[in-house]
């Protein structure tokens, strides 16, 4: 068996850590040639380390918007640090291949190639399009063997770079939850996202001040989620002021950050994702579709190749739209059995844990040449 590195972006929890997850845990690859590379510690970091997966530290810069000359050299001169930092790692473990979580670590990724190991390249971000944007995916296109992405939306610009030989997607894919259905008969629609302008809070809570109005008492709205740092703390304020300012905002609910997102979607009868800026692909999707949960999808970014019916996309922005939409779903008198029962094979049949972790494993095999 080849020896594996997984570098990733963070040391917390986050989406693209719990996907790293479980191929670290799900692959069948035994701890001795298991090596991740986590930039801080933090509860990703500590996850990994009870489950006895050999964890090594390397501080990587990430250069975005430097506002001063210095931020700048430290990003080269630790940036060089990095590399050799890297380099030692992967020599002393023997890595035969790297699997870069991010296109943001260029750093670990020329690493790699210094050492001769093969890289896969997993792309869950997208980069704002500019010359100097296309110039790094470039670079990182060239020191990648291998580039996946989390949807087709995601690789549009290695394809348009000329990388199109070396992409694929491969969807993520979650142990998922059980299904729960609701028993009371209040139509209960939520979403779950950071609390971040991008992410369309407006978008839902205006939507369910429509729906208040013509329909007080049918409908229960809930919010789950907070800021992912104390940057956004004034537009936390603005969005709790907004929320205040409806009428009958009694049935909305600011539940705020739930570790256990079931707690949260077994209350649920519908979920909304209203993104208003390209999402490359929510993995709250998939865990709601798991629950049983149906979803309505911004038409934007990665979120249409995840939804199972096309009919519950909408413009992006468009709350009234999304009103429309929510209300004709429960006046149509849509089965919560059938409904729920359909969204989760669904998942069962695209992304499930074990299909995501296959086909990771067969691009792993491909590149070391195992069969």
């Known amino acids: 068996m080849s020896n594996l590195a997984f570098i990733n972006f963070s040391g917390k929890i986050t989406g693209p850590s719990n996907t790293l997850y479980q191929l ?105 399009e500019n010359l100097i944007s296309n110039i790094y995916l470039k670079i990182i296109g060239r020191l990648s063997d291998k580039i996946i992405g989390v949807s087709s939306f995601i690789l549009k610009s290695f394809n348009q770079l000329g990388f199109k030989f070396k ?65 956004f703390t004034g537009y936390k304020d603005r969005i709790q002021n907004f929320k ?50 149906p979803v309505f999808g911004s038409d934007i970014g990665g979120i249409p190749e995840l939804i199972n019916n096309k009919k519950m996309l909408f413009t992006p922005g468009d709350y009234r739209e999304l009103s429309k939409k929510i209300i004709s779903y429960f006046d149509q008198g849509n089965d919560r059995i059938t409904e729920s029962q359909s969204v989760h094979e669904y998942f069962k049949n695209n992304f499930s844990s074990e299909i995501y972790i296959d086909k990771f494993k067969s691009e792993y095999k491909a590149l070391l040449n195992e069969e």
């Open 24 to 128: 670290v845990l799900g692959s069948n690859i035994p701890e001795n040639n298991i090596i991740v590379i986590l930039p801080e510690k933090g509860e990703f970091y500590n996850r990994l380390k009870n489950d006895r997966i050999k964890v090594r530290i390397v501080k990587y810069p990430v250069l975005q918007r430097p506002r001063k000359i210095k931020e700048v050299y430290d990003f080269f001169v630790l940036g060089f640090y990095s590399i050799i930092r890297t380099i030692s790692i992967l020599k002393c473990e023997k890595a035969e291949l790297v699997h870069l979580n991010t296109i943001l670590l260029l750093y670990a990724a020329v690493a790699s190639r210094i050492c001769g190991t093969k890289v896969i390249t997993h792309v869950h971000e997208q980069l704002k």
């Open 244 to 293: 205040n300012g409806i009428k009958y905002n009694e049935y909305i609910e600011f539940s705020g950050f739930k570790k256990d997102i079931f707690e949260v979607l077994k209350q649920l009868d519908l979920l909304v994702v209203p993104s208003i800026y390209p999402d490359p692909a929510p993995l709250v999707i998939l865990e709601s579709y798991s629950c049983g949960v």
């Open 167 to 231: 992409t694929r997607v491969i969807y993520n894919g979650i142990k998922g939850f059980k299904v729960s259905l609701k028993n009371d008969a209040t139509h209960t629609i939520g979403m779950i996202s950071f609390l971040i302008p991008w992410k369309g809070i407006k978008v839902f809570l205006k939507a369910a001040e429509l729906i208040l109005q013509e329909h007080t008492g049918r409908y229960k709205f809930i919010f789950a989620g907070d800021i992912p740092n104390n940057d």
